[in-house]
């Protein structure tokens, strides 16, 4: 412990200075004009990776983003630790929202203000540091192997043919991913399932071109209006979602398991302060708690048509569109999901418009043990650090390749996250606690000795 610290401690500056470095790079991989910046983040967790002690570092092409691998095998008897994380961020839009520039890092009240600072470049630099720490202090106690990637905030599509190809370099024990949070500073956790994810694009046209309102208003239909119409259909007066079919594989939680979850610490006046609102809403007859954590879900994301620019424009617009997002629980399948929504929304369109739904992307549902090994050890880590037992939480996001290495390489992973949900991700002025940041890199060489210690 004296040894980590004193690391830290020594280092802090730079390990500061160096992340700041990488969140000036814009690598938003929804973006193909950013495609030059998402390599320059690979190349640079790459040079990263070696300065900090990793043999076989390379940037592996795929048809899209590239992912970097790296590792460090000391002793093929030893346990291997697979550490995946990504390094794209999310789109900063939209921009006018944020106090500074999302790709000119600022600190202020102990945090470091940037898009990726907490999702995921943040926690992937916590691991690589966490990882010279053990390299210069020679207390590496087991073998590591680093999968970074570039296409996690677009569904990680070419990381799956990866994997399938790459598996005989991909052997290990653990999967361990630091991309999830905890409840508080003070309340450390582990989150034990992940939701899945559908990601849809609808597209609604009535009339063959924008039309003058005056001239043919109320005699054609109004795709956004239709849209509207549409979307709110998709949910009843109990914010039940009516998609036929939709809920039949659900796995129902028992009382006990509900009871429990509704353990976990959480102040909804608090929650409700933060968002600044009045109230909650959600599927009649669950707690926040599992509406965020055991239901799934239907989001509209963004919706768009007809004229948004300054001043006035009277136009009734030819087309409509939307992007939906699902969440998923066990036992449901996104595949499924997805052929259901789209069955149901060209179903329920009127005569007169066209529809048309893109599937963009998915994953699935996923529940990791609490009563591994990897689970355990991470458990101890953190209480050590933390000076308290994490809890086991139920997390809402989507992590859609944890069931990928389930599936193709047979391991579990283990969600170590020192995030919180205070950190604005996926929003303008995403922020990371530099006492996370650092509790992170001090907690990661724990799990790897704990780890280490009870696969003997």
Known sequence: METIQNYIKTNEKRFIDELIELLKIP????????????????????AELVKAGADKVEICTTPGHPIVYGEKIIDPKLPTIIVYGHYDV????????????????VIKNGKIYARGACDDKGQVYMHI?????????????CNVRFMIEGEEEVGSSHLGPWVKANKDRLKGDVILISDTSIIANDIP????????????????????????SGVYGGAVPNPIQVLCKMIDSLKDENNHITIPGFYDEVQELTKEQREEL????????EYKKDLDIDDVMGEKGYTTLERTGIRP???????????????AKTVLPGKAFAKISMRLVPNQGS???????????KKIAPKGVKVIVKPHHGGEPVVTPTDSIAFKAASKAMETTFGKKPIPTRGGGSIPIVALFEKEL??????????????????????????????GIETIPHFYKNFTEMSK
């Open 410 to 439: 047979g391991l579990k992973s283990v969600l170590m996250g020192f995030g919180l949900d205070s950190d604005l991700i996926h929003s303008p002025n995403e922020n990371h606690g530099l006492f996370n940041f650092f509790k």
């Open 90 to 105: 999310q789109p900063a839009d939209p921009m006018n929202l944020w106090d500074s520039p999302p790709f000119e890092p």
């Open 27 to 46: 690598s938003v991989s929804a973006d193909s004009k950013y495609a030059k910046d998402v390599v320059r983040a690979a190349e640079y967790v790459k």
């Open 335 to 345: 595949d499924k999901i997805t052929k259901l929504f789209e069955d149901h929304f």
């Open 129 to 141: 540091k966490a990882f010279e720490l053990m390299m210069k202090t020679n207390t590496l106690p």
């Open 189 to 212: 956790s582990i989150e034990s399932g992940l939701r899945g994810l559908c990601y849809l694009e609808v597209e609604v046209t009535g009339p063959n071109r924008d039309l003058h």
């Open 262 to 269: 509704n353990k976990t610490p959480f102040d909804l006046n």
């Open 297 to 311: 879900t239907l989001e509209l994301n963004g919706i768009w048509g007809g004229y948004i620019g300054e001043g």
